[in-house]
Structure formats: C-alpha cells, structure tokens
C-alpha cells in the first residue's frame, strides 16, 4: 500500500507544485538549446562565439581534437554557456522534483523517472503536464471531500 500524503503538507504540495512546474519547463528549454548545440558542434562543426572583434555572432570551426589550447577563439563561448546554465537549471530541477516527491510520498522510483525529465529531450515537458495533472486531481479530490465531510456536519448539526 502506497502512503499517502499528510493534509498537513497540502499548502507545501502546492507551492512545490509551482516551483515544479517552472523548472521543468525551463530545464526542458536549456536541454532543447544543448541539444541543438551538440548537433552543431559534433554534426556541422562549428561553434558560436558572441562580441568578438569579426563581429557581434560568429560561427567558428571547431580546433582539431588535441591541439584545442593552441586555438583560443576571442569572444564568449555561447555554446559553453549554454552547456553550464543547463547543469545548473538541472540541479535546481532536481531540487524542485526532490520538494514535490517527498510530500507526495511517492516511490523512489518515481522520483527517478520525474529525474530523467531533466537529461531527455521533451520529457520533462510530458512529465510536467502528467505530474501537474496528477498532483492537481489528488489535491482536488482531497478538498472536496474536506468540504463534503464540513458541510455534512454542519447540516446534521444544524438539523
């Protein structure tokens, strides 16, 4: 049997929920813009470099693989930027699943399968809308039968 969460941890549940729901979309983003990245990098060759002195973009070809120090590229690494911000944005994700696990009082294997939303393209997207739908309905649910059991008591107490 599955333990359920306490109705102390609802307020906490919901909060968590709204966190949850604005990392996995911004760690689904970042993991779009790193895989497009890749493809560029290791399918075409190139890199993107911001405000150097050949203009504000530029695409670069890759240095040979062992002679990477000898070819120091002038300006910002958009690429390399794009890879750090999303290994940030994916901690911060895994904080947030972590926040909504624990009072949900799920299996540790759904905080697993929520985990891999982070590091496979447009699951974190699926995964968002299944756990919000799945945790809103819980909470529904539990605030309906709150508000049956109240207004039963009240209309036998009052009768």
């Known amino acids: 049997m599955q333990l359920q969460p306490k109705p102390e941890d609802y307020p906490r549940i919901k909060r968590a929920l709204s966190i949850y729901k604005v990392t996995s979309v911004i760690t689904g983003l970042m993991l779009l813009l790193l895989c497009a990245v890749m493809v560029m990098k290791y399918a075409v060759g190139v890199q993107l470099y911001l405000f150097t002195p050949d203009g504000f973009a530029v695409f670069r070809e890759i240095a040979p693989e062992g002679v990477e120090a000898d ?26 699943d972590f926040m909504l696990w624990s009072p949900m009082r799920w299996g540790f294997s759904k905080f697993l399968l929520i985990a891999l939303g982070g590091v496979i393209p447009f699951m974190s997207f699926f995964l968002e809308a299944r756990v919000v739908r799945q945790v809103t309905g819980f909470l529904e649910a539990k605030e309906a039968e709150v508000t049956d059991v109240t207004s039963t008591a009240t209309s036998s107490s009052g009768a």
């Open 71 to 96: 070819f120091v590229q002038p300006g910002f690494d958009l690429f390399k930027a794009i890879l750090i911000a999303h290994g940030w944005f994916y901690v911060i994700y895994l904080i947030s």
